[in-house]
């Protein structure tokens, strides 16, 4: 083949990968907040932390609008602010649903994500029968806690998941076993649970 041909060809291949890359990392909630990165995620100390069953009337809050998300395939439901859209990302091993609304800049903003993690091998699925050696992210255990009535684990990132030249929004992960899978709650923005997000982590109920 010519050496011109090839030396084109090469330049093709880059620029497609560099396309690629720029389409990947522009999807991804990114801000670049100064942490450093090259893989240097945050572990925080070991404790455990209560999802409290609210007081509607304590909290001030109204519900008269909110909405329930039902979903029979992953077999879970979760209230959620009525004005939000759900957006569902399907993948066959991590399909994720995602509820937002405001950015990082409102007060009232929220966003936040149920992720449900489907073991690749059954060599995975027996390690992460026990929640003990469940991680997230590569992220070390924070706590532990309970979701929809069972035994759960929760992970802090104050400095987001750093992975490049940047790192993504701080956020807090619920996270509990159920019928084999692994489900995620992971709330964005802080790691300060606030009180409408404990209220939407004490409304997560599996179906079955």
């Known amino acids: 083949m010519n050496k011109k041909y090839i030396i084109v060809l090469i330049i093709i291949l880059v620029l497609l990968g560099l396309g690629g890359w720029y389409l990947y990392s522009k999807n991804q909630p990114v801000v670049d907040n100064g942490a450093e990165t090259g893989g240097d995620n945050v572990v925080v100390e070991n404790r455990d ?87 997230y992210l590569d992220f070390s255990q924070a706590g532990k806690t309970t979701l929809s009535g069972q035994e759960a684990v929760f992970f802090e990132a104050p400095n987001g998941y750093c992975d490049g030249p940047a790192c993504g929004y701080p956020f807090i992960t619920y996270s509990t076993r159920h019928n084999g899978y692994y489900y995620n709650l992971v709330f964005y923005y802080d790691i300060e649970i606030s009180a409408v997000e404990n209220y939407i982590l004490s409304t997560f109920r599996f179906l079955n």
């Open 49 to 135: 932390r209560e999802v409290k069953e609210l007081d509607l009337g304590e909290l001030e809050l109204d519900t008269s609008d909110w909405l329930t998300y039902r979903n029979e395939e992953y077999g879970f439901e979760v209230k959620y602010p009525g004005g939000i859209q759900p957006s569902i990302y399907e993948h066959s091993h991590r399909p994720s649903i995602t509820f937002k609304q405001g950015d990082e800049n409102n007060s009232d903003a929220l966003y936040f994500d149920v992720r449900v993690s489907k073991p690749y091998s059954l060599e995975e699925a027996e390690y992460y029968k026990d929640i003990n050696n469940y991680n």
